[in-house]
């Protein structure tokens, strides 16, 4: 069993396997209504240094529905981490260890989970860290592809987005480990992958087209982010007004579907335009679903790491 969670890298087939039964195991649970106290008088503590809304709440829900408990840090804005005392990191996970029994972190400063993690005694997880991985959304998004195929062996998996986000990364290590037949990476006009990824896919063949049509016609399953992102290497991000507009050929629109190439959608969600709504009602459309795979996946991590 491995002590922390930092990145895709450090779970092999086996280990996603177990996750991925455990969490099996736990949507019978809910569905019999049964009440779970497998992490009864567990605490989870919650360190949040960027915004989140499904992974900060999924984490949360998951602690409660195991009969656990939780802290939550509450953002640098109203922790001693931005103020007056400016505290260091390093002594806030020392405190916060004295409370709880497993932390979930998120950071703008790419590989800092890591170097906290080495700081505490206790089990992290890597919530998302700066612009280099976002482990658990790629584990909750292999899960959805694996119930919704029936498995993932020699299956085409599509990819659409910011090729430089840190869930597409993790998304790419993890699929190196299963037995896929390939992955077709929907990307803008003239964008190719960049050395990291490229990197990265040691094992499986891949294609790049620049038209959603394709990808739909191809693949057997589309996992689809924004485009444009922001900076994930700062700690916030502010509102802007206007947003570049996006290219047709990147949208998926309900127009786009027809009886041959409704394969299942997915989104990690913040959703914008590259995912519209006036596909919201279609049956393959299922980013919920895919949001209530991600409360399994974090209650099935939970219990892998405390119980």
């Not at 804005?77 to 972190?105: H, L, P, W």
């Not at 919920?288 to 790491?305: C, D, E, H, P, V």
């Amino acid at each position: 069993m491995i002590n922390n969670l930092l990145s895709m890298k450090n779970v092999n087939l086996t280990d996603i396997n177990t996750i991925f039964e455990k969490a099996d195991y736990y949507e019978k649970a809910l569905k019999n209504g049964k009440v779970i106290k497998d992490l009864e008088g567990k605490i989870l503590a919650t360190l949040f240094y960027q915004p989140s809304t499904r992974t900060r709440m999924s984490f949360t829900s998951a602690m409660y529905r195991l009969g656990g408990q939780v802290i939550d840090m509450g953002g640098p804005k109203v922790a001693r981490t931005d103020d007056y005392f400016d505290e260091s990191m390093s002594d806030t996970i020392k405190y916060i260890e004295q409370y709880s029994d497993i932390m979930v972190m998120r950071h703008f400063q790419n590989y800092t989970v890591e170097k906290a993690s080495k700081i505490t005694h206790i089990p992290m997880i890597n919530a998302g860290d700066g612009t280099n991985e976002h482990p658990t959304q790629a584990l909750l998004d292999l899960y959805t592809m694996t119930k919704e195929l029936n498995g993932l062996e020699d299956k085409v998996i599509g990819i659409g987005g910011d090729i430089n986000c840190r869930v597409i990364r993790s998304i790419v290590i993890g699929l190196e480990k299963f037995d896929i037949k390939k992955i077709i990476f929907l990307l803008p006009n003239g964008e190719e992958l960049n050395s990291d990824i490229l990197n990265l896919l040691k094992n499986t063949d891949y294609s790049i087209v620049h038209n959603v049509e394709r990808v739909l016609k191809q693949a057997d399953i589309l996992d689809i982010i924004p485009f444009e992102l922001p900076d994930f290497n700062s700690a916030y991000s502010e509102k802007v007004d206007e947003k570049p507009s996006l290219e047709n050929n990147l949208i998926v629109s309900k127009e786009k579907f027809n009886d041959k190439n409704r394969i299942p959608i997915l989104s990690p969600g913040p959703r914008e335009a590259e995912l519209s709504s006036d596909t919201d009602d279609m049956d393959n459309v299922i980013f919920t679903k895919q949001a209530y795979n991600g409360l399994l996946i974090r209650m099935s991590l939970l219990y892998y790491f405390l119980h």
